[in-house]
């Protein structure tokens, strides 16, 4: 006999963006590089890494030249609070949205 107390719940969503990690539309900023002040970009050779280390959502990858998948980036900003020389800031994605890619 079921307990009356409990509720079977299950989920009345659909497959839709943000499905299997990916963030869909709901990022509020995005982060953006400069590669000037970035560590590895300036000595050429792995060092640091503290972004790549760091992202919970591994949207970073472990180049030379760090990239963002922003397809899993998530717009924490992690990456730019751990980064120690300051190379990485996060912008509000409305400003990409105006067309001012960077």
């Not at 719940?9 to 963030?23: E, F, H, I, M, Y």
């Not at 472990?62 to 899993?72: A, G, R």
């Not at 990456?79 to 994605?93: D, L, Q, T």
Request: glycine share 8%.
């Amino acid at each position: 006999m079921v307990d009356s107390r409990f509720k079977v719940l299950t989920s009345a969503s659909t497959a839709g963006p943000g499905d299997a990690g990916r963030t869909g539309s709901w990022r509020v900023e995005r982060p953006v590089i400069d590669y000037s002040r970035c560590t590895p970009a300036k000595s050429g050779r792995h060092a640091c890494h503290l972004c790549w280390l760091y992202c919970p959502d591994a949207a970073v990858t472990k180049t030379i030249e760090p990239t963002f998948d922003l397809e899993y980036c998530k717009g924490c900003g992690i990456c730019a609070e751990e980064c120690p020389v300051k190379a990485i800031r996060m912008v509000p994605e409305e400003e990409f949205e105006k067309g001012d890619e960077q």
